[in-house]
Structure formats: C-alpha cells, structure tokens
C-alpha cells in the first residue's frame, strides 16, 4: 500500500510537517440492515496557530477515518470507495465557512480495506477571526449510504494581540529525521498507547518580544484534576515563531483520561515582568498490555470464547479484582504471543481488531461480536472474496464467503429481511465450533 505525504502548515520554517494519507476502503456490506446500517467511527480534531495574515487565526481541521469504516466495491483488480464531506462553521450569527469534498478512494487488495490500524487523514484549513464558533460535519459514504454527523463548538485563541503565547497542542505519533528536516506523523485520535512509553506532543511559541529562551512545563492532571506527572525543559526561542516537539516518558500515566497543560515562562532577570503563557488539551491513555480496542476488561475476557477455554475464561471472571482480572488476560495472551521479544502482542492486536471490526459491521439484535459472521470474522479473518446475493427473487437474501487457502466456505441466511444473517453452512459442534 503506498502512503502520500501531505503538508500541515504551509508555512513552518523550522520544520517540514507531513502525515500519511493512506487511501482508505472495507468491503461493501449488503449484510448491514439498510434501514439503520452502523455509523461510522471517525476523529475528529481542530488545531489553531498564528496565521500569516494580521488579526486572523489559521483553523486546521483534521478528519482521521479508519480503514474498517468505509465500503468498498471491487473494480477490476483493485477495490475503490467513494465519501462525500459537508463542513460547516458558524459564530452566533451566520456561517462564516463552508465547503463540501468528495473523496475517492482506493486499495489494491481485500485485506487491505478491512484494517483498523491503517487510517486515512483529511485535513481543512482556512484563516479565520478569532472567537466562539459550532463545527458542523457530515461525512457520506456514498455506497453504504451510510453517514456520520458531528456537532461540537470550538474556540479559536487570538494569537495577534498577545505578546507571548502558545499554540494548540498535537499528538504525534511519529517524528522522523529526514534529509536533515523533521517530519512528523500526528496522532488525530487523542489516544496515547502507554506500550509506546514516549509520548510526544507538537507546539507554536509566539512571541513579539525580545527572548532568547523559555522554562516550559508539562503538567499532566488527572478527571479529578490531581496533578500525576510533571516534566519541564528550557526551550531557546528562533524569532518570533518557534516550533516544537516534545518527547516525554508516558509510562507510568495509568488513568484513562488526563488533561496535558503546557506553561511557558520567559527566562530573564526581573521575575515581576517575565511573560506566561499557557495551553491545554485532554488525551485517552490506553493502558500498558492491552491494545487500543480493548475499552472494558469484563467484556475482553468474555470475547475470548472462540479460542479460550471455559475453565480460563472462568478463572478470568473470578479473580478478585480489576487489577487480577488484568494480569490473568495479560498471561493467557503471552502465551500465545507469537513473539515474545516485542512489546507488542500482534496475535492479540488482531483479534480484537476483528471484534471490534465484527462489532461496527455485524451489530443487529446482539452485538456483532456474537453473531455468526462476528464468530467466524474474528476466528478466520476477512474471507477473500464474498458473494452477495441481496435481492433474489426465488431465495432470501444470502451471502457465500470464501476462504480459499483454508479450503472453507461459509453460507449466511438473512431469514428476517432486516440484515440478520445466520450460519447456515457449515453447522455448528455442540461446543459452538464450526466443523
């Protein structure tokens, strides 16, 4: 799969800015109920800096789309997939930005269309007044017919006025030296995965006074805003307009939602005039040992049924205390980690990829996760073709799915009519195992 690089900020002089744009697509699902198919689960996120043009403020919006959210349909040798995306901003009074662009989009093989770990990243800029403003977007899909809308209002910082002051924060998720410039690639989740340990965030310094540098401190706090963790640093100042990035050791954040909040001080004799300025933005820790789509331990370890026995499942269950329940699902995944020098443990990341994929495509009167095609979804992985018949006139709608390689084909049913397919071929052991 080739990646594009794209610019965030026309201007940076210090550092070139870049994000992968990986073309995005998941496969057309005739199975989804067209009456209420599944939203999709996007990020969303707004960035301001200074802008170039006097009194205005550069508005950057990024739109993070998971490759599992979007439906594809195969074109000759390829899979190709089409979004239309309607924006909307307005203060109290009108709309003072709008736009709508379709997306085309493309992959050139099935796997490659089902991934939760790859995401496709659209960003929107425009220089705008400073003040309280409500971000309108719709995103369509424009083969599922399915649509997202999000709603939010966003304050955009002044940065012309203040003499000294900072910029939004950015999560980066990579920053890489290149040919002696450092490109970075942002993080529009607001995730940070504690497996990582170094989490890095990207920020502006303005300032129109003389400084030769600055104390910056991290302080990050936890929901009941008790301070958990600090890290400061002097930072020189390259002119009116510095940018930075800053790694710090992430690992011993073990709460799921913390406030970063970053203070500047100008360094300089008289304590009394020294310029502060401050910035803040909340982040989701992922916690150490458990990949990104684990969200609920209880419910983890109950996902486990197709490849786990009852007696560890129950073992699981019982254990006294959350922190138990963790280490025992920690221990049952290490034993099946296909390589245990990593930190990561691919084998457990893919299952509950499925689930998750099984439980944003398949949910209908349970969640997708236990349905037939969540049950053979999650133990074979995506089918490498499928055939589909919706609307045929002497059988109910079905759907054939084959995996060649493991010489295993699988029969579903929509006996309702309202998306609810079921297994057919092959039928289940008395354990639930498909035969």
């Known amino acids: 799969m080739k990646s594009m690089d794209g610019k965030i900020l026309k201007r940076g002089r210090f550092f070139v800015f870049s994000f992968l744009l990986f073309v995005v ?78 997306i085309s989009l493309e992959a050139e093989n099935f796997s490659e269309t089902v991934s939760t770990r790859r995401t496709a990243v659209q960003q929107f800029s425009k220089d705008i007044d400073p003040g309280s403003y409500n971000l309108e977007i719709s995103v369509i899909d424009n083969e599922s017919k399915k649509t997202v809308k999000m709603d939010r209002p966003v304050s955009v910082p002044n940065f012309f006025l203040p003499t000294f002051s900072l910029s939004n924060i950015m999560l980066v998720s990579k920053a890489l030296q290149e040919n002696g410039r450092i490109n970075i690639i942002p993080n529009f989740s607001g995730r940070f995965l504690q497996d990582e340990q170094n989490l890095t965030v990207f920020f502006e310094v303005y300032s129109k006074i003389q400084l030769d540098s600055i104390l910056l401190t991290a302080t990050f706090f936890n929901e009941k805003d008790q301070k958990i963790l600090q890290f400061t640093r002097t930072q020189e100042l390259q002119g009116s307009r510095t940018q930075v990035i800053w790694g710090m050791d992430g690992s011993n954040l073990s709460t799921n939602r913390v406030k970063l909040t970053i ?37 983890a370890i109950e996902q486990l049924r197709y490849i786990a026995k009852p007696s560890e499942i129950d073992k699981m269950r019982n254990a006294p205390t959350e922190e138990e329940k963790r280490k025992l699902f920690i221990e049952f995944w290490k034993k099946l980690d296909p390589d245990p020098n990593t930190p990561r443990n691919e084998l457990m990341e893919e299952y509950y990829d499925r689930v998750a994929y099984a439980n944003q495509n398949f949910t209908r009167f349970m969640e997708g996760w236990q349905s037939d095609m969540g049950m053979v979804y999650i133990q074979y992985g995506p089918p490498e073709n499928i055939e589909r018949h919706p609307f045929e006139s002497d059988s109910k709608p079905y759907e054939i799915w084959y995996y060649y390689k493991l010489n295993r084909e699988f029969v579903f049913v929509d006996e309702t009519g309202f998306g609810d397919y079921r297994l057919q071929y092959p039928l289940l052991d008395l354990w639930g195992r498909i035969r």
């Open 25 to 102: 697509v998941t496969h057309s699902a005739f199975a989804q109920s067209p009456q209420q198919p599944p939203p999709m689960q996007l990020f969303l996120d707004m960035l301001c800096f200074e802008s170039d043009s006097a009194g205005k403020t550069a508005a950057n919006i990024y739109l993070q789309i998971p490759y599992s959210e979007v439906t594809f349909i195969k074109k000759d040798n390829r899979y190709i997939a089409s979004l239309d995306v309607i924006l909307s901003l307005k203060d109290s009074v009108k709309q003072v930005w709008s736009l709508t662009r379709r």
């Open 263 to 299: 203070e500047a001080v100008g360094l300089g004799k008289d304590s009394l005039a020294l310029p502060k300025a401050a910035s803040s933005r909340i982040i989701y820790v992922q916690l150490r040992g458990l990949p990104a789509t684990i969200t609920d331990i209880n419910k």
